[in-house]
């Protein structure tokens, strides 16, 4: 028991001295609650607990992303992968949610700052990701005698270059951008200014 007295004592006096003077602890308490609030809100607004799921909606919280959605729900892919299934890697659980995380906050960042271009392209490292993502998939299909018989150059086709160089239709067709499918009607992210507000607006 003696032994763990010192240890309390001193991780109160460490508290004490973390903490401000007796006259600055209100202010300092109120700050950090409006930093916390906002902090809290803005999770809330960008749905931040939405990229914790599974769920391809979650990729309609930016609209740009409008044209890949609306082409992968018209895909036969839609019934057996959804996108974390092709986009994010599945080696282990850490390195699917890094990889999550890290280019979540690459796309929120350029969103945010209307950094994002017009025709959208898929960067290197996320193309290793979805190759690997098909192999893993259709790995029957690349060691099909069937194919490697009738296929002409199928053995060089299936190492030596990304699955969509031939595939290329699969599954978002031949589509970069929002102009490229006017057709794409697909819900628009609800708006997460509250009722009062609009009304109030409309009103004035």
Known sequence: MGIFVPSINAA????????????????????????LGLILFLLYVSKAYSYLSDNPNTCMNCHIMAPQYATWFHSSHREVAHCNDCHVPHNNVFNKYYFKAKDGMRHATMFTLRKE???????????????KNCIRCHSKLLTDPKLASTVAEHNGHRTDRKCWECHREVPHGRVN?????????????ESPVPDWIKEYTNNN
């Not at 006096?13 to 300092?28: A, D, E, H």
């Not at 271009?117 to 190759?131: C, N, T």
């Not at 951008?177 to 992210?189: E, I, Q, T, Y």
């Open 12 to 35: 109160l006096n460490m508290i004490k001295r973390l903490l401000p003077p007796i006259k600055w602890r209100l202010p300092v308490m109120i700050i950090s609650s409006v930093f």
């Open 117 to 131: 271009p017009q025709v959208i392209f898929i960067r290197e490292e996320g193309a290793e990701v979805v190759h």
């Open 177 to 189: 951008s929002l102009s490229s499918v006017p057709n794409a009607k697909v819900p628009l992210p």
